[in-house]
């Protein structure tokens, strides 16, 4: 069963996906060399960075390439009142399982209310507050220097405007924040230690000697800086773009992190916090692509402020929840709508906190995970992914051969576009308006944008998302930061998995099988017992990606690539390629200089899209 016929009909992009394997492939196979060719110059680090391309690029569907046409926006925080709709029960594809999303804006109705946005100032003393509880310095952690931006005089420029951004934890802790020590994107071309461990990777994952890599005290050092981005199990890398310019002028808007564990309980430290059964298993990842001229100053803010605002939310709630050992289906439909609040109040209040006064904004893709219970909530055109992974049985041949690997994507955040139904109207509602790409009713193709007047230039500009955080000036025209959350259980969804995959018996004397592929039912032989799948053979993980590496990579064989780094398998594609497993780092790295090409054969080296991607498996205990 070859793996290109289990990834039908999942993508928007083109149905054949030979061209984005190959891609890969190809650098997979040269990355040693790509990645310690020293770069002197744009054209050269392509040039370095070369790979095979079968066929064309796929559509670019997000920002313009000029990357000065999208800009800002007010709060619409909903009072603290607020009631969401009835959440919209949705069911898988490929298995059938259901989950419940929720829009937060509460669509249309809510935009004759007599709604309170929060201020300014309200926003940023419970952005401070959440900081103090967790030991960190709310002014220290969030400075950012506008001053020669807003002059425009020559200088050094504000303090998270470099190619390379110098994370807080890498910078500025002497420890691990109360929340754990969140893994934060290392450049993989740029960032000289982390290009030549991934190198070093590389190497001894295919049995290299000791005169292909480091010492071991330099190896240690730059394995060192290289575990600040990820593990076996959790990782985030990124690639700078190029909008045109000198090399040293880039800047990276796009901002990324995984903390796993996530310990939230641990800020301020309180006594019902700390109890046993209140620290439930949990992770959080995100990406966040800012946009407009100050956008890496929003995202990155909201890197610094987003962990530790929503940990003091979740802490607050969890010690006043005197239904926290109640599992019924009421309480823990409760339990849900309470959580999609918090994160609800999170945007908002990033939103309204963010440095966004001149220009600048963010969209927001976070994973949240709390025991069993995942929470995926998105403002923007960045997207997250749950996928489930296994080892085929049916794939396993008669010899005894390998088994295939199966990894299949189950829920995918939507992107917020301004043309989408109630977006647009929203927009329109609120005295703005919506370009359509000539020829966009007909052919889905081109960027639809929000248009509204930016403070800077006084100009008119597009935003090409219809949610975000940050872009006040966007927002007097509906563009708002209120996230989709959708919530998944991953226990019913294993078990949802497990029920499509096992054979039924039928007679006593026949079996059949359900083809992982297609979803249709086979008779197989059988001698005495059902081929049988458990729990533990079903793997659940999570991604989430910008749209730099989502323009060019389907996400279906994003999820495929990941799948091999975090559990260490391929399938026959994969052998005929002469690709086995790889490090789940390698595994980013590979995906992202392949997006890049994409962006390379389709602009022809005049424009790149910031590229970031953040992953992390969503184990749960046994005994959860």
């Known amino acids: 069963m070859s793996n290109s016929n289990l990834f039908r009909n999942r993508s928007s992009k083109p ?29 050269a680090y392509y040039y370095a960075t070369l790979v095979l391309l079968a066929g064309s690029a796929s559509e670019v569907s997000g920002e313009s390439v000029d990357g000065k046409n999208v800009e800002n926006k007010n709060t619409t925080k909903e009072e603290e009142t607020l009631s969401f709709k009835k959440g919209d029960y949705k069911i898988d ?31 940023v003393e419970l952005v401070s507050e959440a900081m103090s509880a967790a030991g960190l310095d709310y002014e220290t952690e969030t400075f950012i220097n506008f001053s020669n931006d807003e002059t425009g005089e020559k200088g050094e420029k504000g303090k998270f405007m470099t190619i390379t951004p110098q994370h807080h934890h890498r910078s500025t802790y002497s420890a691990c924040p109360s929340y754990g020590c969140p893994f934060l994107p290392l450049d993989v071309h740029y960032e000289e230690v982390a290009k030549k461990e991934l190198v070093n990777i590389r190497n001894l994952s295919e049995g290299g000697s000791s005169e292909e890599v480091d010492s071991d005290k330099s190896r240690n050092q730059n394995r ?11 990782a985030t890398l990124t690639l700078i773009g190029y909008k045109g310019g000198r090399l040293q002028d880039q800047v990276n808007q796009d901002r990324a992190f995984v903390l796993s564990p996530y310990s939230f309980w641990n800020i301020g430290k309180s006594k019902a ?18 946009h407009a001229k100050f956008g890496e100053k929003v995202s990155e803010y909201v890197v610094r402020t987003l962990p530790p605002l929503l940990g003091n939310k979740l802490v607050n709630y969890i010690a006043t929840d005197t239904q926290s050992d109640n599992r019924d289906a009421s309480a823990m439909e409760a339990r849900d709508r309470n959580i999609v609040k918090i994160l609800h109040d999170t945007f908002v209040e990033l939103d309204a906190s963010a440095p966004a006064h001149l220009s600048g904004g963010c969209t927001a893709s976070l994973v949240l995970q709390l025991d069993s219970q995942v929470y995926v909530a998105n403002a923007g055109d960045s997207r997250s992914f749950v996928a489930v992974h296994f080892n085929s049985h049916a794939a396993t041949d008669k010899d005894g051969g390998e088994q295939e690997a199966v990894t299949k994507i189950v829920f995918a955040t939507r ?13 329109e509602k609120m005295g703005g308006s919506v370009y359509l790409p000539p020829g966009f009713l007909a052919t889905g193709k081109g960027t639809t944008r929000v248009m509204y007047r930016d403070p800077l230039s006084g100009g008119m500009s597009g935003l090409a998302m219809s949610r975000s955080i940050g872009d006040w000036e966007a927002g007097k025209v509906g563009v708002i930061p209120d996230p989709l959350v959708d919530i998944m259980d991953l226990k019913r969804m294993k078990s949802k998995v497990l029920e499509e995959l096992n054979v039924a018996c039928l007679n006593g004397s026949d079996a059949v099988e359900i083809d992982p592929a297609t979803g249709e039912a086979k008779e197989i032989d059988k001698e005495g017992a059902c081929l049988d799948y458990t729990e533990k053979d079903i793997k659940v993980f999570a991604f989430a990606a910008t749209d730099g590496l989502l323009d060019y990579l389907p996400e279906d064989i994003i999820a495929h690539h990941v799948a091999k780094g975090l559990y260490g398998v391929s399938g026959e594609d994969d052998r005929e390629n002469g690709e086995g497993s790889t490090h789940l780092l390698t595994s980013c790295e590979d995906l992202i200089y392949a997006a890049a090409q994409g962006w390379q054969e389709d602009k022809g080296g005049r424009y790149r899209d910031d590229i970031a991607i953040a992953v992390a498996d969503l184990t749960v205990p046994d005994n959860e």
Do not use: C, W
């Open 15 to 43: 149905n054949d996906f030979s061209p984005a394997t190959k891609r890969i492939a190809s650098f997979a196979a040269k990355a040693a060399v790509a990645t310690t060719t020293v770069s002197v110059s744009y054209a």
């Open 224 to 234: 060192f800086i290289l575990n600040s981005s990820g593990s076996e199990n959790a």
């Open 273 to 290: 916090s700390q109890k046993k059964k209140q620290q439930p298993v949990a992770r959080l990842l995100g990406v966040f692509d800012g």
């Open 415 to 427: 992107e917020d576009k301004p043309h989408l139904g109630e977006e647009q109207q929203r927009v």
């Open 93 to 123: 594809e490929h298995f059938g399982f259901e989950y419940l999303g929720y829009d937060t804006y509460d669509s249309l109705a809510h935009m004759d209310d007599d709604k309170i946005p929060i201020s300014s100032e309200s926003a």
